[in-house]
Structures are given as structure tokens and as C-alpha cells.
T-cell receptor, first 114, second 111 residues
Framework: DGGITQSPKYLFRKEGQNVTLSCEQN?????MYWYRQDPGQGLRLIYY???????QKGDIAEGYSVSREKKESFPLTVTSAQKNPTAFYLC?????????????FGPGTRLTVT | GDSVTQMEGPVTLSEEAFLTINCTYT??????LFWYVQYPGEGLQLLLK?????DKGSNKGFEATYRKETTSFHLEKGSVQVSDSAVYFC??????????FGKGTKLSVIP
């Protein structure tokens, strides 16, 4: 079955540690996205990638980094510079970049930093 | 960029009640319009979409009509079920921009 996988579902880290969240898709989509979801704030875009080997900052990129070395993979690193990293993180993909295109979402990773 | 205003929740309804969740948007150009649903602890799923004026998107008993004159895309369902309890997101999207998501409306349906 085609889809997006995120792992792990729950992640716990100590403050000051970097952590990498995995996102893989087998939909052959060019564009991929990372969102952060906090209660009552909807989804906020962290980074996006229109095509392999390219990525752009979204609205709240500070304290995060990404790579896009393969079409199917778009890992997100939450660095120690991110002031409030505890959140639910969602990865998505679409066939092409652009708002006309439906985005497909993974099941999410809930990160807790203490 | 685009912006979207969704009806604030939470919304609590009895089973078989009629549901309306309001959504209005501002957008440059002629956006596509989407409703996504998020069940507890899960990612978002596309519920329905419309791509041009007067189009009606529908799925699982939910409907929404693209109203260009009022820049609205209100979500409706005639008879909700307990299994419809979830958070609903409205999202306009135009060509050169990513989707813009509303803050979400939490729906709780009680038996």
C-alpha cells in the first residue's frame, strides 16, 4: 500500500539533545512538508521541499533542520536551539508543489522533551 | 498569502443532529478548497475538496460548496454519528503557495 510513514509514534528526549524524526513516502511525490501542531493553533509549516536536493524554510524554521537526499525521505532534526520542542509533528507529501495539490499526511510523531 | 477563518469550537452535538462548520477564506487568485479531518492521535486525512466556483465536494455524508461570491466553504452533514467526532480543518490552496490550514474545529458527538 502506498502512503507515508513516520517513526517513532512517540519520542522522549532530554533538553539539550538533538533528535531526528523520520518521514518516508512511497507515493512517488515530488513535494514534502513538515508541520508542527500545538493545541488550539492548527498546523504551522516548518520546512518544505519541492523536489529532491532542495528545501525551503517555512513559517517557523528556527531550531529545526532538514535534508532531502532521496525523493522518498525527508527527515526533520529538532535541535537544542528550538525553545519549545514538545509538540506533535506531522509529515506530508503532494504530487507537486503548490496549493492546488492535495497533501497526504503521515500518522505523526509526538515529541516530548523534558 | 492566503488566510482562513474557521468557526471556533468545540462543537458538541447529539447523534443524528445537523452539522455546520463555517469556513471563510481570503486568497489571491482562484484557490482550490479542502476540508481535512483528524481523528484522535492520528494525522490528517482529506475529507473532501472543490476546485472551482459552485463545485460541491462530498464524502461520507459530508458536503461543502465552493462559494466564490462569499469566499466561503462551509462543511455540512445532515446527521452526525459518534464516529464523526474529530477535528476538522479548512484549507484553501492557490498555485504558488502551500496549503493554509485553519485552526481546526473540534467536534464531539454524544449518543
Amino acid at each position: 500500500d502506498g502512503g507515508i510513514t513516520q517513526s517513532p509514534k512517540y519520542l522522549f528526549r532530554k533538553e539539550g539533545q538533538n533528535v531526528t524524526l523520520s518521514c518516508e513516502q512511497n507515493l512517488n511525490h515530488d513535494a514534502m512538508y513538515w508541520y508542527r501542531q500545538d493545541p488550539g493553533q492548527g498546523l504551522r509549516l516548518i520546512y518544505y521541499s519541492q523536489i529532491v536536493n532542495d528545501f525551503q524554510k517555512g513559517d517557523i524554521a528556527e531550531g529545526y533542520s532538514v535534508s532531502r537526499e532521496k525523493k522518498e525521505s525527508f527527515p526533520l532534526t529538532v535541535t537544542s536551539a528550538q525553545k519549545n520542542p514538545t509538540a506533535f509533528y506531522l509529515c506530508a507529501s503532494s504530487i507537486n508543489w503548490g496549493g492546488f495539490n492535495e497533501q497526504y499526511f503521515g500518522p505523526g510523531t509526538r515529541l516530548t522533551v523534558t | 498569502g492566503d488566510s482562513v477563518t474557521q468557526m471556533e469550537g468545540p462543537v458538541t452535538l447529539s447523534e443524528e443532529a445537523f452539522l455546520t462548520i463555517n469556513c471563510t477564506y481570503t486568497a489571491t487568485g482562484y484557490p482550490s478548497l479542502f476540508w481535512y479531518v483528524q481523528y484522535p492521535g492520528e494525522g490528517l486525512q482529506l475529507l473532501l475538496k472543490a476546485t472551482k466556483a459552485d463545485d460541491k465536494g462530498s464524502n461520507k455524508g459530508f458536503e461543502a460548496t465552493y462559494r466564490k461570491e462569499t469566499t466561503s466553504f462551509h462543511l455540512e452533514k445532515g446527521s452526525v454519528q459518534v464516529s464523526d467526532s474529530a477535528v476538522y480543518f479548512c484549507a484553501p490552496g492557490a498555485g504558488s503557495y502551500q496549503l493554509t490550514f485553519g485552526k481546526g474545529t473540534k467536534l464531539s458527538v454524544i449518543p
